[in-house]
């Protein structure tokens, strides 16, 4: 089979329908050797599994069961053959006789499938034990493969056979545990945002647990190295005692057996130029290990005992969302982010260009920066800059403030000058401006239109007075237009 076939062996792991009951399927045939089964007899299996909600309602129906073994066996999983039956009709000769069997890399995929359902997500011990053992193991293969050369002897090679498959086995599951272990490691020490209980089980797990694994790695590690060199020269006579298979050449051998199977168990524990050993590999991501705990740590205790981030409480948040009713969010809302729900009694204002018929999930996102995010304070961080000294700029605004206020003071020197005649006269433009400041001024000092209202230049003392007079008008010109106040005077003093 193709490597893109084989691929699709795990098509029925992510089948858009009835992928409970692809993998009941295979689970009744992995769970028996030499399983061979007719559709009839997988409907049987599957009316219990049916029966206890393991399958949707009518998935043990025969004719329902024969599409999804047909389909296993388009994806690779099964095979058909058939077998002679005594059958009192048609359809059930048809049911009986078409026989399937499931195939070796299908078994292979489902026996990992539900290993891997099995496994908790937290770390895996790793099987320190084993280094002594293969210490051990490759001192007596050493022994035996030199007893085996010199006398040839048919037990002294099962022997042979015997510690090469242990050697290699004990070495597999070490090997797995170890990648597990620091697999797990990875994905904790390289989040950012840790939770307390985290940080407290890591930091033990890694000083109580990290340290001795890798202090017994480097203890076995120069036995073991030895001991591979020793057997190296003679690897050729050992793989010649034990022989090929019978079988043929598509016969997959135990591990031990190939030349490449010897040059990876070597890899393991020996550098070799450009290539460093596992064990270098692991002492590397013990250090990294220990230098991400530190930085973890750090965060955790710096800034007065805050916590390093709040993406556990965002979390445990998020979660009484997605499990609380419509009410219930709208009152979490509230009671986490000081917001009520939309409850608008009156416009918006100008400023806020919010609709108040979209909700704030779907409204435009505020950037909140992330020490408000991650710490909660929105203290301004690092130190303020220092203020260089510029005589040229400084010059430039002084006289540019010079030029302002005696602008300033002939636009109100021209009011006075004005004030008697104020109705014949015309202002010029900067006069006029500075009118109509102190004339905004004068009339928010009312609180009727019928009120009097007065503001004055503090700097000049030019006093500007409104009053209301219904039916008068007053009109200001200048060179920019005129200015007309109803029902109103206005006098300068």
């Known amino acids: 089979m193709e490597p893109a076939g084989r691929l699709k062996l795990y098509a029925y792991l992510d089948a858009r329908d009835h992928q409970r009951t692809y993998l009941a399927i295979m ?50 999983n099964l095979v058909q053959g058939r077998r002679e039956v005594v059958a009192t009709s048609i359809a059930e000769f048809q049911h009986g006789s078409v026989r399937y069997q499931v195939g070796k890399l299908a078994v292979r995929v489902q026996r990992d499938v539900d ?41 002294s090679r099962e022997a042979l056979a015997e510690q090469v498959t242990t050697l290699f086995l004990q070495h597999a599951e070490l090997a797995a545990t170890v990648r597990d272990f620091y697999a797990y490691l990875g994905q904790v020490v390289t989040r950012h945002h840790l ?11 890694l000083v109580e647990y990290i340290q001795m694994v890798v202090e017994d790695v480097l203890r076995h590690t120069p036995a073991i190295a030895d001991a591979l060199a020793r057997i190296g020269p003679a690897r050729s006579e050992l793989l010649r005692l034990l022989g090929r298979a019978d079988l043929g050449d598509r016969v997959e051998r135990a591990r031990g057996r190939s030349p490449e199977d010897w040059q990876e168990l070597t890899d393991w524990f020996v550098d070799r130029p450009g290539r460093p050993s596992q064990v270098t590999a692991l002492r590397e991501a013990t250090a990294r290990a220990i230098g991400s705990l530190l930085a973890s740590v750090k965060r955790a205790t710096s800034g007065g005992g805050l916590l390093p981030g709040r993406r556990a409480e965002l979390l445990k948040l998020a979660a009484w969302f997605d499990s609380g009713t419509r009410s219930q969010a709208h009152e979490l809302y509230a009671a986490a982010f000081g917001l009520h729900s939309a409850r608008h009694l009156s416009p918006a204002p100008e400023h806020d260009s919010d609709n108040e018929r979209t909700a704030w999930r779907d409204g435009p996102v505020v950037d909140v920066p992330v020490s408000v995010r991650s710490r909660g304070d929105r203290g301004a961080r690092g130190r303020t800059s220092r203020i260089l000294d510029d005589p040229m700029t400084e010059q430039s605004l002084l006289a540019e403030a010079r030029e302002a206020d005696e602008r300033r003071a002939a636009s109100v020197a021209e009011l006075a000058e004005a004030a008697p005649r104020l109705a014949e006269a015309t202002l010029s433009g900067e006069a006029l401006g500075v009118l109509c400041e102190l004339l905004t001024l004068a009339m928010a000092q009312r609180d009727t239109a019928a009120d009097a209202g007065s503001a004055t230049d503090p700097v000049r003392g030019l006093r500007v007075t409104v009053e209301h007079a219904r039916g008068r008008s007053t009109r200001i010109r200048s060179a920019a237009g005129t200015l007309t106040l109803h029902d109103s005077t206005l006098v300068l003093d």
């Open 27 to 76: 689970r009744l045939f992995t769970s028996t050797l030499l399983a061979d089964l007719s559709a009839g007899e997988v409907a049987g299996a599957l009316a219990g599994a049916e029966r206890e909600g393991r399958v949707e309602p009518g998935e043990s129906r025969i004719e329902n069961v024969i599409n999804r073994l047909r389909q296993l066996v388009e994806w690779g």
């Open 115 to 155: 290993e891997l359902l099995r496994v908790p997500e937290g770390a895996r011990e790793v099987s320190r034990e084993l280094l002594p053992a293969v210490e051990r193991g490759l001192d007596r293969l050493g022994r035996s493969l030199a007893e085996a050369v010199a006398g040839g002897a048919p037990r």
């Open 195 to 205: 939770a307390p209980d985290e940080i407290s089980g890591f930091r033990d797990l």
